[in-house]
Nanobody
């Protein structure tokens, strides 16, 4: 079993920055893929970014490319989402997730374990 706990959400003004963290426990992560998704009020849950545990390959949604950076700290079993130049449309609940099979995926159905979510609100 895998437990994921997000933190770092909050209220920030447009143009500001936040860093989300996701701490994983319960299993080793030598070959997993980690991701971030988000869900705005009244909308579907969307892919944001993903990183492979082994070679740190990354992939981003077009809407966040060049503004968000996903990274991981293997010693801490933690991955991060650094969010810069935030916009009001980035307001959402952000979820971290892990995919047990290696390889990049943007499909939420491919992810096996999910955190509880952390709220990010960007004011204009």
């Amino acid at each position: 079993q895998v437990q994921l706990v997000e933190s770092g959400g909050g209220l920030v003004q447009a143009g500001g920055s936040l860093t989300l963290s996701c701490v994983a426990s319960g299993r080793t992560f030598s070959s997993y893929t980690m991701g971030w998704f988000r869900q705005a009020p009244g909308k579907e849950q969307d892919f944001v970014a993903t990183i492979t545990w082994s070679d740190r390959s990354t992939y981003y949604a077009d809407s966040v490319k060049a503004r968000f950076t996903i990274s991981r700290d293997s010693a801490k079993n933690t991955w991060y989402l650094q969010m810069n130049s935030l916009k009001p449309e980035d307001t959402a609940v952000y979820y971290c997730a892990t995919k047990l099979r290696p390889g990049i995926s943007v499909r939420k159905g491919d992810y096996d374990y999910w955190g509880q979510g952390t709220q990010v609100t960007v004011s204009s």
